[in-house]
């Protein structure tokens, strides 16, 4: 695959790389470049990681070095799963299994998590050194990557760690590139901004776009109005039964506009991602079966009141059945970690 084809699979169905010309080059200036994906181990995996998987099966495509990274520590600092560091851990074992499930080969990312690489004092040194390049301000700022306002900050101060913390994760692991969902940029920035003043190599930043929770909210902020784990209503889980896709996308906002329409954007983001094409069976008396070969066709029949909301929520609720049934059919040959999470929550 030559740069420019590899290029153009990192940059595809993205939100932002910053920046295009820093990638390139390092396309063209190193064979195997290192990047990582980093997740809380915080609950119940959910639709918006299908828009991960696949750009991380893009990046190891691409030839990069790809590492899927734990932040079991960042997790307890978060008060996530109870602040229990070892259901912190069951729960990363579980998500090693959806990621495997949603079509992530094993063998060719690797799994890492935070405690392994704390042990070493110098992750501690360039947290501090970070500390010392970025101001409280900023720090503070950035505590919105962990779904905390900066006034919490105030409550908890080893909360005050965590932005520190990511950013050293990068330096630590000697990545070229950082790849997130959008919510994660101040994290990234942070970084970009520490490596600048302490003259460290310059991490590359990879943005794809946030799925929408299927309550709606704020338009205008992605970031707040994503699917949560918190919310088992405002998102499908991704081992989720046809049965309960379909009422939780029944019971969908689905406005007759196009923007801020949570079922549009997983027609989107995720189905036309993953296949060709999407059916919507109708009924005879309501114009009978309707065959979609692009996101664009599907977008301008809804956008003229072609289609009605209900008739997309249905189409929508069977592509994503059909779309995860390999995920189902996964952990009910490997249920242990699954069952392990879902009783800890009893």
Not at 35 to 52: D, K, L, N, Q, R
């Amino acid at each position: 695959m030559d740069i420019d084809a590899r290029y153009q699979l990192i940059a595809s169905n993205t939100e932002e790389i910053v920046t295009g010309e820093e990638l390139m080059h390092l396309l063209e200036t190193k064979q195997a470049p290192r990047a990582y994906v980093g997740f809380e181990p915080s609950g119940m995996v959910h639709a918006g990681w299908m828009i991960v998987a696949s750009k991380i099966n893009d990046f190891v495509e691409a030839g990069f070095d790809f590492t899927i990274f734990f932040a079991d520590w960042h997790a307890y600092i978060n008060d996530k799963l109870g602040g229990d560091i070892e259901r912190i851990r069951l729960c990363a074992h579980y998500m090693e299994d959806c990621f495997e499930a949603l079509g992530v080969p094993r063998e060719k990312v690797k799994f890492e998590y935070a405690s392994t690489i704390m042990d070493d004092i110098d992750y501690w040194e360039k947290v501090i050194s970070i500390g010392k390049a970025s101001s409280l301000s900023r720090v503070k700022r950035a505590m919105t990557i962990m779904g905390r306002t900066e006034d919490e900050a105030e409550v908890d101060s080893s909360k005050m760690l965590y932005p520190l913390m990511q950013a050293a994760d990068i330096f630590a692991m000697d990545l070229d590139v950082a790849y997130s969902g959008l919510d994660q940029r101040r994290a990234h920035m942070l970084a970009r901004d520490a490596a600048d003043k302490l003259a460290w190599k310059k991490p590359i930043a990879v943005h794809t776009p946030l799925l929408a929770g299927l309550k709606g909210g704020n338009r205008m902020d992605p970031v707040a109005s994503k699917m949560s784990k918190s919310d088992p209503d405002s998102g499908i889980l991704i081992h989720d039964t046809p049965d309960e896709i379909k009422r939780k996308i029944g019971k969908a906002f689905c406005p007759s506009e196009i923007e801020g329409n949570p079922v549009l954007d997983m027609a989107r983001l995720v189905l036309f991602q993953r296949q060709n094409e999407l059916v919507i069976d109708r009924p005879e008396k309501f114009g009978g079966p309707l065959r979609f070969h692009s996101f664009q066709e599907l977008q301008d029949l809804y956008a003229a009141g072609k289609l009605h909301p209900m008739d997309l929520k249905n189409g929508v609720a069977a592509g994503m059945a059909s779309t995860l049934e390999p995920v189902r059919e996964y952990f009910k040959h490997n249920p242990k970690n699954l069952d392990a999470l879902r009783a800890s929550f009893k």
